[in-house]
T-cell receptor, first 113, second 115 residues
Framework: AQSVTQPDIHITVSEGASLELRCNYS??????LFWYVQSPGQGLQLLLK??????LVQGIKGFEAEFKRSQSSFNLRKPSVHWSDAAEYFC???????????FGAGTQVVVTP | GAVVSQHPSWVICKSGTSVKIECRSL??????MFWYRQFPKQSLMLMAT?????????EQGVEKDKFLINHASLTLSTLTVTSAHPEDSSFYIC???????????FGPGTRLTVL
């Protein structure tokens, strides 16, 4: 069955520290991969996406993600977290054959001073 | 980038009434629009996919007679929650794309509260 897994429901990180959010997927072929961020009561903002090519993808707000085919992973990273990065982060997967997105359960990021 | 708007951003209604939520693509033609529902502290759940000019395709478990979707133009899709009940209270988010296989752009969401 197709699935998207975000193993960490909640992560607390100190401001200025690095952040890594995990995402694993289970699909027959390499899907299109996305990371979105959602602030409370808001819609989704696209951070970055991977369709093909370079497996290290740069996004907005200083985020990057690396696609690793062997591990079926697409982990999101940021070298130095800012207080404004506190939000909910969703990994999403899309395949042409399926024609729709599937979202992971989300990871809540809390940033402490 | 492409912009998708939703109206209203929040709505409170009485049980038994119907509520219509609009989703508009402001600067592109959205051949396909998606409607999601999000419960507090949970992920987005796809409710239905709509293509302009045709009937929506509903996900398993979603009542099509309760959640009416109309995609009459390339820039507008509407979701009508009919005979709303408190359990329909949720955050509804739409997204739009220029077609299957193209990137989806998400609206800001609509908070529905049914009293």
């Amino acid at each position: 069955a197709q699935s998207v897994t975000q193993p960490d429901i909640h992560i607390t990180v100190s401001e200025g520290a690095s952040l890594e959010l995990r995402c694993n997927y289970s699909y027959g072929a390499t899907p299109y991969l996305f990371w979105y961020v959602q602030s409370p009561g808001q819609g989704l903002q696209l951070l970055l996406k991977y369709f093909s090519g370079d497996t290290l993808v740069q996004g907005i707000k200083g985020f990057e993600a690396e696609f690793k085919r062997s591990q079926s992973s697409f982990n999101l990273r940021k070298p130095s977290v800012h207080w404004s990065d506190a939000a909910e982060y969703f990994c999403a997967v899309y395949t042409d054959s399926w024609g729709k997105f599937q979202f992971g359960a989300g990871t809540q990021v809390v940033v402490t001073p | 980038g492409a912009v998708v708007s939703q109206h209203p951003s929040w709505v409170i209604c009485k049980s038994g009434t119907s509520v219509k939520i609009e989703c508009r693509s402001l600067d592109f033609q959205a051949t396909t629009m998606f409607w999601y529902r999000q419960f507090p502290k949970q992920s987005l759940m796809l409710m239905a996919t709509s293509n302009e000019g045709s009937k929506a395709t509903y996900e398993q478990g979603v009542e099509k007679d309760k959640f009416l979707i109309n995609h009459a133009s390339l820039t507008l899709s509407t979701l009508t929650v009919t005979s709303a009940h408190p359990e329909d209270s949720s955050f509804y988010i739409c997204s739009a794309s220029e077609g299957l296989g193209n990137e989806q752009f998400f609206g800001p969401g609509t908070r529905l509260t049914v009293l």
